[in-house]
């Protein structure tokens, strides 16, 4: 164990310090100047990148309340992809909308920093401040585009379900120190062990209050309700970031509190995310079916994608912690690829995001609609895909623990959601070309043609190969005990 002041933390610091240099970078800007704000960023992210890497297998720690260990690293290099691809894909789309860039860049890469920060906390305090930092940044976010009245009614939604979340957590965490008398997960695991029996009712109260807090932030049911009015109302390329970043820290933060504080009580709170996961995956669908716009059936979806994730979880054996961090990867890269097609076949007068605009979209846009049909066929776990990589895997995992119910479930839902991806490659490839509203959309820049190549790349990757990346997430999982 190697320990020492700062080093965990400077992945994070790496992400900080770009994201202050873009916010003052827009501060000296001269009013109409062209500054490649994102080229920060990139920087950043890079950095935080290699020091990933280079903490890879130390185990570094920074004031008892960080932990650089596999499993964190291993969600920060996620969320480094998801920045990556997000810094690839927006500086056309912001130009387009006239967003503000400088906002923009430093908001996300802010919630960067509270993301891989909520992934590698130790301590319950640490997680709850990493969750208002990149909660903060991204409620501004969402309502970016301030004369639209969808932005600014999805982030007020957003706003205030968050406030509610934010009291659970803390309700739980004070229920969590009550019994416990801390708040760091490795003495709370202990305490819980040692006196489970003392005070069952208020373990399970705390467990409750957390639950929901999380629960909201993964979009699991029923602490949905915003996911689908924020996810329409924010820019497309906001909804891919906070589709897959917020998603991926939140889970890296469930696992972590869960398996480790936890897990003495491992089966008083698995029924409880077993009805959870169910009905995530069921409503997810069944809703997703009905939707004609194409960032609310993405929304429900991402829901479902939740339950999916949860049953990882709830299996509570290492093939399911692991193929949690896999589904991670692979439904970021996919998601926010899929959201960045959305967002190029936009105007800036109008969004063009419902099903009728991609009607025959081969026709105007031949590349845009086979990357957009590869990343719905991986979104719905169509093989050789990742996507089908780490649904396999998931359901694997509930097979193995003896929890054939919640594997059918899983399984049933899928092919049932095979029915919207499917509906939007029909409309793409065999209706009628139908008229651009506001326009025609630009071509893709180089850098938003490479973010989606890359993409494409890596779901193949993930779908044909992955038995490195499944290797590197089962041994990332063993560092969390």
């Known amino acids: 164990m190697v320990s020492t002041s700062i080093a965990a933390i400077v992945p994070i610091l790496c992400v900080t310090a770009a994201g202050i240099a873009a916010m003052l970078a827009e501060a000296f800007r001269e009013p109409h100047e062209r500054m490649p704000i994102s080229g920060l960023g990139l920087v950043g992210l890079v950095g935080a990148g290699i020091s990933c890497v280079l903490l890879w297998g130390r185990n570094a720690t920074s004031f008892g309340v960080v932990s650089a260990d596999n499993f964190g690293l291993f969600i920060s290099l996620v969320l480094v992809l998801i920045g990556v691809v997000t810094m690839l894909l927006a500086p056309q789309l912001v130009e387009r909308d006239e967003l503000p860039g400088g906002e923009f860049y430093a908001l996300s890469l802010f919630a960067l920093a509270g993301m891989m920060l909520m992934a590698m906390a130790t301590d319950l305090l640490v997680i709850f401040l990493a969750l208002e930092v990149l909660s903060l940044a991204v409620y501004v976010l969402t309502a970016i585009r301030r004369e639209a009245a969808a932005s600014v ?9 968050g406030g509610f979340s934010s009291a659970f957590f803390l309700y ?51 602490f949905h309700m915003w996911t689908p009015d924020a996810y329409e109302g924010a820019p497309a390329i906001v909804t891919g970031f906070m589709s897959t970043g917020v998603k991926a820290a939140a889970f890296a933060a469930f696992v972590r509190v869960f398996v480790t504080a936890f897990q003495p009580v491992q089966a008083t709170w698995t029924p409880i995310l077993w009805a959870v996961a169910s009905v995530t995956m069921i409503l997810g669908t069944v809703v997703g079916v009905a939707q004609v716009n194409l960032k609310r ?60 605009s991609v009607t025959g979209l081969s026709d105007r846009h031949p590349a845009l609609a086979a990357v957009l049909a590869v990343l719905l066929l991986s979104l719905g776990g169509i093989p050789p895909t990742a996507g089908f990589v780490g649904k396999w895997y998931i359901f694997s995992a509930a097979v193995r623990a003896g929890d054939y119910g919640l594997a059918i479930i899983g399984v049933v839902t899928s092919v049932v959601s095979i029915f919207f991806y499917l509906r939007v490659i029909v409309m793409m490839y065999m209706a009628e070309p139908a008229e651009m ?11 938003a043609v490479f973010a989606l190549a890359a993409t494409i790349a890596a779901t193949f990757y993930l779908g044909v190969l992955p038995t490195q990346v499944i290797d590197l997430a089962a041994r990332s999982i063993g560092s969390l005990r």
């Open 153 to 161: 009614e999805g982030a007020f939604k957003y706003f205030i379900l």
């Open 437 to 447: 509203h506001g326009g025609p959309a630009t071509a893709p820049s180089r850098a």
């Open 172 to 222: 739980g965490l004070a229920f969590v120190y009550g019994v416990t008398g801390s708040t760091r997960l490795d003495k709370v695991g202990s305490a819980i062990a040692s006196n489970a029996g003392s005070h069952p009712e208020l373990v399970l109260v705390a467990l409750g209050f957390l639950i929901v807090g999380f629960g909201f932030k993964v979009s699991a049911v029923p």
């Open 297 to 356: 059936m993405l929304a429900y979806s991402s829901i479902a994608h939740a339950g999916y994730i949860l049953v990882g979880l709830v299996s509570g054996n290492d093939v399911g912690k692991s193929a949690i961090l896999f589904y991670l990867l692979a439904y970021g890269i996919t998601n926010l690829g899929a959201f960045g097609v959305i967002a190029l076949l936009g105007t800036r007068d109008r969004a063009n995001d419902d099903l009728d």
